[in-house]
């Protein structure tokens, strides 16, 4: 009861309760959750999540039980039939022998090797039905639920950390281009010409990539980009170094993709030697001046510009080596 009434002072559209709901069931029958066999094998739900646990490594059978939400005995069964099987074998823990850590043999090996096959051909069939693009909301949806229905902070259900990943990779350019163009057309009606720009220049960008002078950055969680942020110490000249497409996603905000993103492209400026780093942006964007003003940057100019197609306060901001 206290469940339903939370929901309700959360979100008082039942429609969408019941929707979200009807969706979960469907899920479960798909994924095969109803039967005794489940991913292509003749083992329960419970045992391929715990072979996949424990093919990470360290896994004991206390940690299963938490990561899986399984009572003791539970567990204590599942193992007893997965030893027998021999997909698992136990080994005393090395501070304590009393502990019995678990870990995949061969045949264990081969198992989990064609689990991670089945999975991976049922996802790709899955979204090879999707229009293009809507593979990432399935993924962030899915991720901002998951850890919705976790009810504590240490939930087995983390978010993945933030990765940065230098240069160019295939889909890199529409992506970013991507992000720039549905962030400013929302917040700030930007169109058609202002992501074209944002195209063009980073594609002729790109092709500069090689030299030691530039460098690009993506930031990113699942192998999805979540931000980017570029230094081009071409086009300016003078030993200036030109910070370019610094963006992050709707999902990257909060992560701390964007400190990860700024501190990579400021160690490069000081590492190559820059006297100075500018970037153009425009008053309004507040969360970015404040991490631009905490990495040493200061407000050198300002004006009334329309060359985005729409009249905004455009600024210059400049870091000098420290």
Sequence with gaps: ??????????????????????????????????????????????????????????VTARDLGALLRLEKSSVSRMLRKLVESGDVQEAAGESDTRVKVLSLTAVGEKRVAAIHAFAH????????????GQERTVLEGMRLYTQALAPTADSAYPAPG???????????????TEMHALYYA???????????????????????????????????????????VAIDGEDIGANTAHLRWFILDDVGRGSGAGKKLLDAAMAFVDERGFAE??????????????????RGFVLAEEWLGSQWGKEVLEQRFVRRRP
């Design 186 to 228: 929302r917040e700030w009606g930007l169109g058609q010409g202002f992501e074209s720009v944002v195209a063009k220049g980073l594609a002729d960008f790109c092709y500069r990539l090689e030299n030691p002078q530039n460098a690009l950055w993506t930031a990113r969680q699942d192998g999805v980009i979540l931000g980017s």
């Design 162 to 176: 933030v990765e940065l990943v230098r240069g160019y990779t295939p889909g890199l350019i529409a992506r970013i």
């Design 277 to 294: 780093t500018h970037l153009w942006t425009f008053s309004g964007l507040d969360a970015a001046r404040h991490l631009y003003e905490s």
């Design 121 to 132: 051909a049922k996802v790709v069939d899955a979204l090879g039905r999707l229009k293009p």
């Design 1 to 58: 009861m206290q469940l339903l009434e939370n929901a309700l002072t959360v979100n008082t559209d039942l429609s969408v309760i019941e929707g979200i709901r009807a969706v979960s069931r469907a899920m479960v029958r798909e994924l095969g959750f109803m039967g005794e066999d489940f991913a292509g094998t003749n083992l329960s739900p419970s045992a391929v999540h715990a072979l996949i646990e424990i093919e990470k490594g360290g």
